[in-house]
């Protein structure tokens, strides 16, 4: 391993697919007590942010305004890896969510760098989701030859899935 302090995890998706909810799920149950505080005008801002294990989270909507983009990006050069929250369920944003996913690859300050990245495919408990291979091919990820990737159904509401997918995470960074 590479005996790191602290590893910084920048959790990305779109609005509304349940990063927050993550998060929150993840968090350690001592530190869970107040709910989440959601900036809702604030966007582009930090969203989230905890500590657990030695592993840094911090959480942006990726599908705020472009004049704040500035603000989540200038994160990429410290992340040690990289979560994409996908709603399963909204077909007609998976696009959307591919085109984010596709302006972070090609990032200067991510673009052949080998970070890990974690898709969760949420809300895989909501009806018409779709299954995690079909939103691995939505969102092009077979193309993806400069990081590991991997792709895990989850419901962050219950926290099932979550485990299995950061648990692959730690296996990479590790
Ligand atoms: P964020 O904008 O990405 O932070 O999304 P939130 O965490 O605020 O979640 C948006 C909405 O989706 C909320 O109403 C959540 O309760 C709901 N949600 C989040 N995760 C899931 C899930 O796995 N399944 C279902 N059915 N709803 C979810």
């Known amino acids: 391993g590479r005996g790191r302090a602290e590893v910084t995890v920048l959790v990305l998706g779109l609005d509304n697919s349940g990063k927050s909810t993550l998060l929150h799920a993840l968090r350690p149950a001592d530190a869970r007590a107040p709910a989440p505080h959601h900036a809702a005008p604030t966007v582009g801002q930090q969203q989230e942010h905890f500590t657990s294990g030695g592993v840094s989270f911090s959480a942006w909507d990726v599908s705020g305004a472009p004049r704040h983009r500035a603000l989540w ?102």
Not at 96 to 114: Q, T
Not at 146 to 158: F, G
């Open 73 to 174: 990006e200038r994160h990429y050069r410290r992340a040690h890896a990289v979560i994409f929250v996908v709603d399963s369920a909204d077909h007609l944003r998976l696009v959307v969510a591919r085109e984010e996913l596709e302006l972070l690859l090609a990032h200067p300050d991510m673009f052949g760098r080998r970070v890990p990245l974690l898709v969760f495919a949420n809300k895989h408990d909501a009806p018409h989701a779709l299954a995690p291979m079909q939103v691995a091919a939505a969102l092009g990820l077979e193309r993806i030859t400069d990081k590991p990737w991997h792709i895990c159904a989850s419901c962050a509401l219950s926290g099932a899935g979550l485990a299995d997918g950061v648990a692959w995470l730690a296996r990479q960074i590790r």
